[in-house]
């Protein structure tokens, strides 16, 4: 196996995705580094933030990120792997601050820094695709932008898991994966 690697995490609401990305992460990364995305918008996000903050050790170490994702896997610091949490949350705050036109540009610099990036990523992104129609417009936006990004993350990385009811299934790498010490 090359000495870093992509892996795109990829799961509903609650699938167990996250905890997956953070196992994996710990078992692969001696001095890891948390990219956060969500931001403190309201009481319930903070008390989400915290949950995931109690759930990692203290060998984290945590970078807040809610639109620069790019630049801080440009430097990357002293950590010797990334896990990015979450993809989605990072799509709805850019299209909030920035419009598409920021999106545009900003998942262009993330899908020329992923590959390149010095350090080993695992990404977590949420799988939208898969339940109803949302019935107005923008949502149906939000969606599209999500699923064809999701598609373009996957084609960069090299393996993608899906998690479902806790439950990863290799889409892509299985090599990669198991040299990461997990066998499903």
């Known amino acids: 196996m090359k000495n870093r690697f992509t892996v795109l995490v990829v799961g509903g609401a609650r699938s167990g995705k996250s905890?997956?990305?953070r196992e994996l992460a710990e078992r692969?990364?001696?001095?890891?580094?948390?990219?956060?995305?969500?931001?403190?918008?309201?009481?319930?996000?903070?008390?989400?933030?915290?949950?995931?903050?109690?759930?990692?050790?203290?060998?984290?170490?945590?970078?807040?990120?809610?639109?620069?994702?790019?630049?801080?896997?440009?430097?990357?610091?002293?950590?010797?792997?990334?896990?990015?949490?979450?993809?989605?949350?990072?799509?709805?705050?850019?299209?909030?601050?920035?419009?598409?036109?920021?999106?545009?540009?900003?998942?262009a610099g993330l899908l020329a820094v992923l590959p390149a990036c010095e350090k080993s990523v695992v990404v977590v992104t949420n799988e939208l695709g898969q339940g109803i129609v949302p019935a107005d417009a923008e949502t149906r936006r939000f969606r599209d932008?999500?699923?064809?990004?999701?598609?373009?993350?996957?084609?960069?990385?090299?393996?993608?898991?899906?998690?479902?009811?806790?439950?990863?299934?290799?889409l892509k790498g299985k090599q990669v994966i198991e040299q990461m010490g997990v066998v499903i």
């Open 19 to 21: 905890t997956f990305a």
């Open 28 to 107: 692969n990364f001696r001095s890891p580094m948390y990219l956060a995305t969500a931001e403190k918008t309201d009481a319930e996000m903070c008390e989400r933030i915290e949950l995931h903050r109690k759930e990692r050790g203290d060998q984290w170490r945590c970078v807040e990120a809610p639109l620069d994702l790019a630049g801080v896997l440009n430097e990357p610091g002293d950590c010797d792997g990334i896990l990015l949490d979450c993809i989605t949350v990072w799509l709805g705050n850019v299209l909030h601050h920035e419009g598409e036109g920021g999106f545009d540009r900003r998942k």
């Open 145 to 170: 932008l999500a699923g064809w990004l999701n598609q373009d993350l996957a084609k960069v990385a090299d393996a993608v898991v899906l998690v479902s009811c806790g439950l990863p299934s290799i």
